[in-house]
């Protein structure tokens, strides 16, 4: 996860998690299944890494095809969906799970 020095006003404490209607709501994983993160309707992510559930845990807002996130522990991150079905977020390709 990468930090900006200049959202220190944006953080999560200082800003509620916003409702979300995207069509990147639902679960995305990395190729080896190893990360999984879940894009919540209300505004929260829930990221899980190996066996560690919910290793990480913020809000997150979705604009056009580009992703910021806040993690609870007050890093930043930021990610783009190159399509529908894959997002490239902190250096790793994600894949919409499919149901």
């Known amino acids: 996860m990468s930090t900006h020095a200049n959202d220190a006003a944006d953080t999560t404490d200082s800003i509620a998690a916003e409702p979300q209607s995207h069509p990147y709501l639902g679960m995305w994983v990395t190729g080896d299944g190893r990360i999984r ?5 209300t505004g929260r992510y829930d ?21 910021d996130y806040w993690d609870d ?17 902190g250096g790793m390709i994600f894949y919409r799970e499919k149901r």
């Open 37 to 41: 993160q879940e894009l919540l309707p």
């Open 47 to 67: 990221e899980a890494r190996g066996t560690r559930r919910s290793a990480y845990q913020g809000r997150y807002r979705v604009t056009g095809t580009q992703i």
């Open 73 to 89: 522990t007050g890093f930043t991150a930021e990610g783009t969906f190159a399509d529908d079905d894959t997002l490239h977020h």
